[in-house]
């Protein structure tokens, strides 16, 4: 009986896969334009970075602020590799160079992470970024290996190509890291369906408990960092492929910052979740960038609001969603949905408003006080722009409270018939 | 000895300062749980609030409204912010000053801009105080150390003298007992939050004067003094001012020392030179190193010495 | 092997700081005898488990299992060489189903230690071992259930099965019924009386009735002393227990 019960769940698996696969091989056929080929390619180096560092915070319970050691890292052994390569020193096929970095990674794991996971919750939050601090003030110490403040670039067009690939052109690239993310996927969810990956969660859960039954809960912490950072230096190795330069800020605390508010976001209670997570990070990232130079403070608006209403990240969002479509009560929420909707629409131009404004007044830009919104011209100088900005807040704020409770008692009570028809 | 004298001085000043942050933060830590992460920016909003007010009204009026202004800032957000996020544990709140963090220095980025500030050191406190030896010791340290020590003697007074500081105090030894003391719990929070941020405020007016007043100043603090905690034993006051001046002093020694490990071995009568294997790393120069001097005392300290100097808890 | 000692404790004493919690305890429990440690509420009875499974270090004395010297192990080793308890207060891995917490009572013991090379779904023999235990403690049909949303007797039913199903041959339980209504109770005791069939015991205990059913031995352990261990009967009989302990009872309950 419990054989055949597993099986109908390993042919939604395979559907998954397979899905995920085809994902991978068809997304650059969506447009021709280099950009979504250079966006593509940086999605998928974060997504193996991002389910790495989830195996620190979702799987073991683990906060670090210093994950880009571990791929920074990672980048730097795999561009001397390149480099040796490149000058003939041995033959190596480019394809392979990120294990170079998954190695390098998993070295300092068992090194650094001997030190960080003796401590756990919030301790290990502080050491995690002591340790940050500590590798990047070495980088800029020995310019010799890493470089200095400019780092080392490379080329990653080298040797005899294998199986008629070069890598010079950025298409081969991207198949590369889209080989490579899909491998590392299938192998990191594979680790949690392992005893240490599911002893990982039990310690998380309740470190106390793990030790009655007869597991070090410091020794899984340890082996579940060691493994983490390895696929952490195969997305250095595989960021050192795609942009041939690999500097200081491989390692820096905004790298570690940036995986760990790409993981939360997407959400660290589902496998998925880091992948949707490096999706919409990157979009942000590289769209936003181009609009606005206030893109920074606009994720970090985005990160805190999910902090505080969502701690479960988008996909939690999504996945909670799931039992009411199973019970055909779905269209009863998309009223209450759309209304928040629009609410935090009208909150969203407000702010948008109010930050472009002060930027623009601040960008000691006296001459011209006069830009262009959405289309609209505003002057940033005048009173009407900021009465009209105020009344865009406090009307969506208003409008926000009620479309909120009007959502959650929608909410509630489609989940309290869920759960008496359960019982 | 007159180099070494007046780098002690310095030294001290220094580490005073970094207690006047890393006290903030260990009470807070002790009394609520929560790692303030954003402690520093608390520090860093200190010395902008305090330049926009002299700007005004002068280096004084800043001096005593920049940190009331950041006392009030932290109380709004620990009333609208972090007890929310409270009830799911403390990653969460972890999580969520992290966030603070960032989107302090976005917003100092938005309506201050990128560069360094002209706040400067007032003219009335600039120049010699006295001689050392000979030489002149600038009236500013002097002027930072004393305010560090007016603070230090009013903390100690309201954890003595003050029903919270009982409150607290009580805290700090028995962190489990803090809900069966009877008090507005909710209420303690907030001001202890308000007030550990006024601290850090009052570190960043005359921080900011000193040193630098840029939006780097934040993440350049911060670090060390969450090393300091570490260092110090989490949750200890004591530890903390001891690790304070600690890496204060270590901070000012190395910089202006040029000592290296190859002239270590060459004192022995080992000579290295440029061929030896890992001559970079012989040849580092304590200046150079100094950077990575604090984090390697916390890597050092944690594992030969997990609790801290003066920890009474295991992390 | 009856008759040799699982637990021995030689003078084991207990200090937090300068409060003596556990003053010199002297006790042996052979294999497979059931002692019932009894006392009133403070004795001290939980900090003996705490100290004899390793949660906390003894301020004195020595602890065997089976002969070995266990004294300052952690608590991990200590499981591991078969000893295993539950706890007064509900301690399970909340965000976990019933069968994964089962699960990670059985992993180590089966010798899986910490790999990440085994499938943990296709390990047959851990699977059957955790289908079986939930079977025994009655909740195969909560199998998937969030151990979180568990009613308190499934709960209590859940700390018993993550505390068996490694197979430990000695088991320590703290006050397994504390909180149950009658029915409940007398659905535990069965319980424990199955599971623990050929193995060591060693419990906590309020419920006379239960401890009376159950026990070999008594143990009366008051403040830190255990001032008696014997039989049911002969313990009922005590006048020092009486007087200590049971009448104790009494008053407290008149009062
Ligand atoms: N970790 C601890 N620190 C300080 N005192 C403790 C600790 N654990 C237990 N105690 C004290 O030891 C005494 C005995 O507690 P306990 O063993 O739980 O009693 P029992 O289980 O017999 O009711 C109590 O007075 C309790 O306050
Ligand atoms: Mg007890």
């Known amino acids: 009986m419990s054989t055949l019960r597993y099986r109908p769940l390993d042919l939604g698996r395979w559907i998954v896969w397979g899905a995920t696969a085809l994902l991978f091989a068809l997304a650059p056929l969506m447009s021709d334009a280099s950009f979504v080929l250079t966006l593509l390619s940086q999605m998928g180096i974060l997504i193996i970075f991002a389910l790495s560092y989830n195996m620190l915070l979702g799987q073991g319970g683990m906060l670090s602020f210093g994950h880009a050691v571990y791929s920074g890292l990672g980048a730097y052994f795999t561009v001397h590799a390149l480099n040796l390569v490149g000058k003939g020193a041995f033959w190596f096929p480019v394809t392979l160079l990120p294990l170079v970095g998954g190695l390098a990674g998993l070295a300092f794991g068992l090194i650094f992470g001997y030190v960080t996971t003796k401590k756990s919750g919030t301790t290990f939050a502080m050491i995690s970024l002591g340790i940050g601090e500590m590798v990047y003030a070495c980088v800029l110490m020995f310019p010799a290996f890493f470089g200095g403040e400019g780092g080392i670039s490379t080329n990653r067009v080298v040797g005899e190509p294998v199986l008629g690939l070069t890598y010079g052109p950025a298409l081969q690239v991207y198949y590369l890291i889209a080989a490579w993310a899909f491998v590392s996927m299938a192998a990191m969810f594979a680790l949690t369906q392992t005893p240490l990956g599911r002893m990982a969660n039990a310690v998380r859960d309740n470190p106390e408990r793990a030790e009655f039954v007869g597991y070090n809960t410091q020794r899984v912490r340890y082996l579940q960092m060691c493994l983490s950072a390895f696929f952490a230096g195969v997305a250095g190795g595989l960021s050192c492929i795609n942009y041939e330069i690999v500097s200081a800020e491989n390692v820096s605390a905004l790298r570690s910052g940036g995986v760990l508010i790409a993981t939360f976001i997407g959400g660290v209670g589902l496998f998925f979740g880091p992948i949707l997570g490096a999706i919409v990070f990157t979009l942000f990232a590289i769209a936003l960038s181009g609009f606005t130079k206030a893109w920074l403070l606009y994720l970090g608006l985005f990160f805190l609001a999910m902090v505080l209403y969502a701690p479960g990240g988008l996909a939690w969002l999504i996945a909670i969603q799931i039992p009411v479509l199973r019970a055909r009560r779905f269209s009863e929420l998309l009223w209450p949905y759309a209304l928040a909707l629009a609410a935090g629409l009208m909150l969203l131009c407000g702010l948008i408003g109010a930050v472009e404004m002060i930027y623009h007044l601040s960008l000691e830009s006296a001459e011209e006080s006069v830009i262009a919104l959405a289309g609209l011209e505003v002057d940033v100088r005048a009173l009407p722009s900021w009465l009209a900005v105020g009344a865009l807040l406090a009307a969506g704020g208003v409008a926000m409270r009620h479309a909120s409770r009007f959502v959650s008692a929608r909410w509630h009570a489609i989940q309290q018939d869920i759960q008496r028809g359960a019982a | ?47 902008y609030f305090a330049y926009q007010v002299s700007t005004v009204l002068g280096f004084w009026a800043g001096l005593v409204v920049a940190p009331l202004l950041v006392g009030l800032v932290g109380m709004a957000v620990e009333r609208y912010g972090l007890r929310q996020v409270h009830k799911h544990g403390h990653v969460a709140e972890l999580l969520f000053t992290f966030g603070l963090a960032y989107l302090i220095e976005e917003a100092v980025h938005l309506i201050w801009g990128r560069s360094a500030l002209e706040y400067r050191v007032p003219p009335e406190l600039d120049g010699p105080i006295f001689q050392i030896m000979g030489s002149p010791y600038p009236m500013y340290r002097t002027f930072m150390m004393l305010v560090s020590v007016a603070m230090l003697v009013s903390i100690w007074l309201a954890l003595t003298r003050t029903r919270i500081g009982l409150v607290i105090q009580a805290a700090l030894s028995h962190p489990e007992t803090v809900e069966a003391l009877g008090h507005n719990v909710p209420r303690v929070f907030m001001l202890v939050f308000g007030g550990g941020a006024a601290l850090a405020g009052l570190a960043g007016v ?9 939006p780097g100043m934040a993440v350049s603090v911060g670090p060390i003094v969450f090393v300091i905690v570490v260092v110090g034993g989490m949750g200890s006051l004591a530890g903390a001012f001891v690790a304070s001046l600690l890496i204060g002093c270590l901070q000012n020694f190395s910089i202006s020392l040029d000592w290296s490990l190859a002239g270590l071995f060459s004192w022995f009568g080992w000579m290295v030179g440029p061929d030896t294997p890992l001559w970079s790393l012989w040849n580092v120069k304590l200046s150079q190193a100094a950077p990575v001097l604090p984090y390697l005392l916390m890597v050092l300290m944690l594992i030969f010495r997990p609790k801290g100097l003066m920890g009474t808890r295991e992390g | ?59 004195s004395g020595r602890i065997r299992l089976n002969g070995q010297d266990i004294t300052g192990l952690p608590p991990y080793r200590i499981n591991r060489l078969g000893l295993s308890r539950s706890f007064q207060v509900t301690n399970i891995f909340h965000r976990m189903s019933v069968y994964e917490n089962i699960r990670c009572g059985v992993l180590w013991s089966l010798g899986y230690k ?4 085994h499938p943990v779904n296709r390990l047959r023999d851990v699977q059957r071992r955790a289908e079986e235990t939930m079977e025994r403690i009655g909740l195969a049909r909560r199998r998937n259930v969030q151990a979180g949303v568990l009613s308190y007797a499934e709960q209590r039913a859940l700390e018993i099965g993550i505390t068996i199903a490694g197979g430990a041959e000695v088991i320590l339980l703290d006050e397994p019924t504390a909180g149950m209504s009658r029915t409940e109770t007398a659905q535990a005791v069965e319980l424990i009386r199955t599971v623990t069939e050929g193995k060591t015991l060693i419990m906590v205990e309020h419920d006379m009735g239960v401890v009376f059913g159950l026990a070999d031995r008594i143990s009366v352990l008051v403040y830190g002393e255990v001032i008696a261990t014997d039989t ?22 008149a009062a």
């Open chain 3, 232 to 253: 049911p009967e002969a313990v009922r009989a005590n006048p020092a227990v009486q007087e200590a302990y049971l009448g104790g009872m009494h008053k407290e309950a």
């Open chain 2, 1 to 47: 000895m007159e180099f070494f004298l007046v780098q002690l001085l310095n030294g001290i000043s220094y580490g005073l300062l970094l207690f006047m942050l890393s006290s903030g933060l260990t009470i807070v830590f002790s009394l609520m749980g929560v790692l303030n992460f954003a402690h520093a920016s608390f520090y860093m909003l200190g010395a």
């Open chain 3, 114 to 117: 910490y790999s990440f090379w």
């Open chain 2, 206 to 214: 005359i921080g900011g004067a000193a040193f630098v007043t840029d």
């Open chain 3, 1 to 59: 092997m009856n008759g040799a000692a699982a637990i021995e404790l030689l003078d084991v004493r207990k200090q937090f700081g300068a409060t003596r919690i556990i003053q010199g305890v002297n006790l042996s429990v052979r294999q497979g005898e059931r002692l019932a440690i009894i006392g009133p509420n403070g004795a001290g009875k939980s900090t003996l488990f705490n100290l004899i499974s390793g949660r906390f270090p003894l301020t």
